[in-house]
């Protein structure tokens, strides 16, 4: 399916220099800010406190800000949780543990003017379950807790070195598959266009100091496999103009191939990217840097393609005789020898 057919093929390779210039700028940077800043980890590896809290008006946050200052904790993050009623609140770990989350509710029950009670409630089912909720004078419930969840430090450690093997685990994974599937030729430089495209992801997120959680770590794995299956299209179709295009240099070949899949890369990119973009305007603060890590990577991902892995495979020296096997002649005689 097309909804464009360009007829002459766009020289891309002809400004590769230039584009893979500010790619190794873009890349040292992202660098330097995750050495300089770091990453802003959150509280899944660091350990420490999810308090989800309701309250029966918009949240004043800055004013919940100042209450947890006040019990000490220098930068708490607090949050919009779906609604402006709705707090998320990500407390750095504490020698209190789970108890500190008690103190807590009850300086923000304070603020409140109210004071915290255990309230036993029925549930559309007919259960009666007990809930922690915060009462004023009149009675009426100013400030609910909603949930609570504590994560250990060891837990912490645990998942940062689960997800940096998972990292690591799909890299060696893409790097056999792509050796089998094409030449090592393509296979470095598609790792390389792969890697750069999650440095820069974390690049961003050491820059603004986003929330590096579990689920943007769910997005950059899943950019590095989309990456790769773009990557994967575009060699195929190299592989392909090899055979028809016999006459024609690589750089003319890469340049076809490049040309003859913008119209597939635009349906695929743009499809996915209105997903990605749903889910960053309405998905709410759950899903938000969720989609945001998916939009960056998508966007680098299309530029990888094709001004970085393409290159690198012009620049290692692949050629026809690489992907192509030679026809051997038969020879006449048979074998027979006279």
């Keep these: 399916m097309e909804f464009f057919k360009i007829k002459k093929d766009i020289p891309f390779m002809r400004h590769a220099l230039i584009f893979n210039v500010i790619s190794a700028v873009t890349f040292i940077a992202a660098v330097f800010f995750l050495l300089h800043k770091g990453l802003n980890l959150s509280v899944e590896f660091t350990g420490g406190t999810v308090m989800e809290l309701q309250y029966p ?11 947890l200052r006040t019990l000490g904790y220098e930068h708490p993050e607090v949050t919009s949780f779906g609604t402006a009623q709705s707090v998320m ?5 504490t020698s209190a543990g789970a108890s ?9 029950c304070a603020a409140e003017g109210g004071a915290g009670k255990q309230v036993d409630t029925i549930t559309p089912q007919g259960d009666h379950v007990a809930r922690t909720a915060c009462l004023n004078a009149k009675g009426e419930e100013a400030v609910i807790l909603k949930r609570v969840e504590f994560v250990g430090p060891q837990v912490g450690d645990e998942l940062m070195q689960s997800g940096l093997n998972a990292l690591v685990m799909v890299i060696i994974g893409v790097m056999i598959y792509l050796a089998i599937r094409f030449e090592w030729k393509f ?5 390389i266009a792969n890697l750069h495209d999650v440095v820069i992801i974390l690049g961003f997120f ?3 100091q986003w929330e590096f959680s579990l689920t943007v770590l769910a997005a950059v794995l899943a950019v590095l496999g989309y990456s790769v299956n773009e990557s994967v299209v575009v060699f195929d179709r190299i592989r392909e103009n090899f ?7 690589v750089t003319e070949v890469i340049d076809s191939a490049i040309t003859s899949t913008i119209s597939r890369t635009i349906i695929t990119h743009g499809s996915t990217q209105m997903m990605v973009l749903s889910m960053l305007f309405f998905g709410g603060p759950s899903l938000h840097y969720f989609a945001i890590a998916l939009t960056i990577g998508i966007c680098f991902g299309i530029y990888s393609s094709v001004f970085v892995a393409a290159a690198i495979a012009m620049w290692l020296g692949v050629k026809r005789e690489d992907l192509v096997k030679p026809v051997k002649e038969k020879d006449e005689t048979d074998g027979a020898v006279v």
């Design 57 to 67: 008006h918009a949240a004043d946050q800055e004013k919940i800000r100042g209450s």
């Design 89 to 93: 609140l990500r407390l750095p770990k």
């Design 100 to 108: 500190g989350s008690a103190a807590v509710f009850n300086a923000l």
């Design 187 to 191: 296979a470095a430089s598609a790792i």
């Design 206 to 208: 050491a820059y603004f």
């Design 243 to 249: 055979r028809k295009q016999r006459k024609s240099t």
